[in-house]
């Protein structure tokens, strides 16, 4: 059992956490267990980094006072207006949020899972901290106990994914949910009103600003170039060489699909499926159960360069791939032509904003790219990173957005 106030992964049994929690502060959470929780969570992220002061976690459980918990948004956003001072530390906030909320569960839940039971010390009003080392100890402890699914998720999202359990993919499937996508922008021919006094000289609202002032012009109105998002072109490989993550990978396509607009999602193997409506769906089990149902040669064979011949062909050059960032996801053995796959890949180069190559075995130690495939497609890659883990993929995402 874990006291409160203090991160299970950096448990101290030295130190005294209810001494230094004020009155005011235990005053607002008695009573009200999602408060206590509340308090545990501003303590895992001050352990983690993200430093808040007792205001702010005061300010945090009076907000859950007047929103709606049960839903996630509302809590999301509560404690990101209040615990959350630097921008840097989002990152780790998302992080713990995912961990903490959202799988909270009563005492004496029926869920067959394991769970950690949570002693909220500092609510005892003792000078020391409840024990919580055995079973013994813990019966006598007269404080509120909620349970609270943990795992140890800094290790889970670093695990390779051909290695994980049934039960740890499920959890990284649930996580990558969670993951936030925020595409890379480009200009637009299209203009908009621009506040600063430069740029090309916007006639019509200038003149409407001079028949204000009896024709007289005052101030010159501006426009400027405008932004919109660019594309974002995946290319999943799910042939057999593949298969202990192709699954995996083809949840983090689905999170893409659904998480932002302006994406296209394939299927590569002996040819190419378009996989962007199948992907389309919210519920990410029914989205994987229409794309397998669409792919004719999954776990099969490949022929990257035929595959990507048939995207140039049909779709990339004509104008998908224009401007667009096209993340490849595949290991790179490849039964066709290596020479083929390179020349499509310097078509696809040509006209893309940037290629990206994510491979699972990259994290291989000693790996070198010396499959045929992989080395002639690797002098038309801007950049080749690693895909064997929710920690690769969290950085894929932090790529496209730039």
Partial sequence: MIEAGRDPGRHDPGRDDAADVPAELREAVAGSPV????VL?????RNHGVRSSFGDVLLFVRALGEIDVGRRSEVYWAGRATLVRRIEDAGVYD???????GRLRSAGTNDEEDVTEIILAFDTGEDEPAAADDDDEAEDVDAPVLSVRWSDREVLRSKDFASCSIEELDELHRLMADLRFSGARRRSRRERPSNRRRGRTDLARTVRRALRSEGETI????VKRG???RRLVLLCDISGSMEPYSRALVRFVH?????????????LATRLTRLT???SSRDPDAALDRAAAAVEDWSGGTRLGEALRRFNDDWGVRGMARGATVVILSDGWDRGDPEELAEQMARLHRVA?????????KASPGYAPLAQGMAAALPHVDRFIEGHSLESLEALAEVVAT
């Fill in 227 to 229: 932004e919109r998002p």
């Fill in 95 to 101: 992080r713990l949020f995912a961990a903490f909320w």
């Fill in 35 to 38: 408060a206590r929780v509340a």
């Fill in 255 to 267: 999170a893409a699909v659904v998480g932002r607009t302006k994406v296209e999602a394939f299927a």
């Fill in 277 to 279: 409506r199948e992907l």
């Fill in 219 to 222: 101030r010159r109105a501006h």
């Fill in 41 to 45: 969570f501003a303590r895992a992220l």
């Fill in 353 to 361: 904003y940037r290629v990206v190559w994510v491979n699972p075995l």
